[in-house]
Every structure is written in C-alpha cells, then in structure tokens.
C-alpha cells in the first residue's frame, strides 16, 4: 500500500504537525500509515522580505496573497509527491461534508493550500486548478486550523489508523442521521439513569432505541439532513421503523 501523502502550503508551517503530531494520527503519522510534508510559501516570496502578498487590486483593508508567489509554491510541491486533489482552504468553497472526506481518504492523499489575510489573488486558484473547500461559515484568520481539520478527518479514515475501534458506519452523517447519544458507567451519575433499554441486553431492542434516538436528534437539531434523509428513505419515520420492526 502507497502512503497516503499530505503536502500543506503555509506561511506557518511552524503550526504541522501540531495536533497531528498527537494522539491517533501521531502514532499513524511516525508509524508511516501517512505522510506530511509542509511547504513554506516564504521560500518562494520576493525581495529582501522575502514578500508572499501586496495590496488589493481596487482598494480596500487587508493584504492578498500574490499569484506568481502561490503558483511557484504549489510547483514545487506538485514535484514532491503523486497527483492529487488540491485544495485551497476557503469561506468562499463549497461545504465540507462527510462523503468528500471518505473519498479524499481513499485516494493517494491531498495538497491543501492554506491562505492568509485576505485570502489568494483569484487568477491563481484557476490557474493551478485549486477546488476550494470551506469548513464551516465562519471566518477563521488563515487555513491552517481548516487545514488541520481536513487532514484528521481524512487519517483517521485511513486502513490501520483507528483498529478494532471502528465503527465509521454508525457514525454521525454515514448513514444520513446524527448519532445517536452514548452512555457508561456509572448507570446512576447525578440523579440520572442510564436508559434501561441499554442495560437490557436485547441488541434488537438496543438497535431500535438508537435508530429512534439518532432520527429525532436529526429531525430537532437538522432539518436539513432530516429533510434529505426523509427523500432517500422514502418518508419513514422512527416510528414507522419501530412498527416495522415490532411486526416481524
Ligand atoms: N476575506 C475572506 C476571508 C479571509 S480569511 C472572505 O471574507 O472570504 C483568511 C484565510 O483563512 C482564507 O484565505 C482561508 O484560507 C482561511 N479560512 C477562513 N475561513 C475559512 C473557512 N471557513 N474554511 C476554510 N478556510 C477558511
């Protein structure tokens, strides 16, 4: 198996690994299920200063990021590893979702191109045909926490990196819902029971409780996902199922 290759463009590659260098993907990253290089856009800036950005064209507050620096950038680690998606981290990009990440972990990895201050000079992300992806609508103050966010999200994916924990098909969004709630021990925490269902020992029960459970979270907490859920599984509700199941 090839290695699943992360290049990250940055002008702090001083924040990779970070996290990443921690916990689960820590011990994937040293043991090699994946790999991180991180290209530092200063290399490439110009002058003395060594300049990644200039002001905006038309005016206005902020810096943008130079085309010809980010393009000489993004070559050179183009050269570094296999052909794969490039990303640039962007409020501007289409949302981040679960199914992307899958596919993203299957491939022969990413190149993430993180901006900074206002963000890239436009001309570049046609030019070096940059997919841009958004992590959520708010605006954080450069791609690298996006960056981050995209690289665990996909290791932790990554055959070998999770073991005999996996249980990725029940997660929250694979099959559509939100999780369902989780409890342990102690069965008595504050005044509050865990749900008897649980302590039942009845695993058809049990499914049924949380396939109950993880469609009215949906339904109350998204109705977006509620309302595509709804479509592809052709109006059932949690109570349907539960009737469905009470039948048999
Ligand atoms: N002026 C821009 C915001 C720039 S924020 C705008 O209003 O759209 C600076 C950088 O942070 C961006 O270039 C991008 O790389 C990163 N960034 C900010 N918010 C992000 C988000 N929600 N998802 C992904 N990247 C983000």
């Known amino acids: 198996m090839t290695t699943w290759h992360a290049s990250v463009l940055t002008i702090h590659p001083a924040m990779f690994p970070g996290p990443l260098g921690q916990a689960l993907a820590g011990r994937a990253l040293d043991s090699g299920l994946w790999q991180l290089d991180v290209v530092d856009i200063r290399e490439f800036g110009?002058?003395?200063?060594?300049?990644?950005?200039?002001?905006?064209?038309?005016?206005?507050?902020?810096?943008?990021?130079?085309?010809?620096?980010?393009?000489?950038?993004?070559?050179?680690?183009?050269?570094?590893?296999?052909?794969?998606?490039?990303?640039?981290?962007?409020?501007?990009?289409?949302?981040?979702?679960?199914?992307?990440?899958?596919?993203?972990?299957?491939?022969?990895?990413?190149?993430?191109?993180?901006?900074?201050?206002?963000?890239?000079?436009?001309?570049?992300?046609?030019?070096?045909?940059?997919?841009?992806?958004?992590?959520?609508?708010?605006?954080?103050?450069?791609?690298?926490?996006?960056?981050?966010?995209?690289?665990?999200?996909?290791?932790?994916?990554?055959?070998g990196v999770m073991g005999a924990e996996a249980s990725h098909a029940e997660e929250s969004f694979e099959a559509g819902l939100l999780e369902y709630p989780h409890y342990t021990r102690p069965q008595d925490w504050d005044g509050h029971r865990i749900p008897d269902v649980l302590l039942s020992g009845d695993h058809a029960r049990v499914a049924a409780w949380r396939q109950a459970r993880a469609e009215a979270a949906t339904q109350a907490r998204r109705p977006d996902l509620w309302a595509r859920y709804q479509a592809e599984t052709g109006n059932k509700s949690a109570s349907d199922i539960d009737k469905g199941k009470s039948l048999k």
């Open 46 to 159: 110009l002058g003395r200063h060594r300049a990644v950005d200039d002001t905006p064209a038309g005016g206005g507050p902020g810096m943008v990021m130079r085309a010809d620096v980010m393009a000489a950038a993004i070559d050179a680690a183009l050269e570094q590893g296999p052909a794969r998606p490039r990303i640039l981290l962007s409020p501007r990009g289409r949302p981040l979702h679960q199914a992307q990440v899958r596919d993203w972990s299957k491939g022969p990895g990413l190149m993430l191109v993180c901006g900074r201050f206002e963000g890239v000079d436009e001309r570049v992300i046609a030019g070096r045909d940059l997919e841009e992806v958004s992590i959520g609508d708010f605006v954080l103050s450069g791609g690298e926490v996006a960056a981050l966010a995209v690289l665990d999200a996909c290791v932790r994916l990554l055959p």
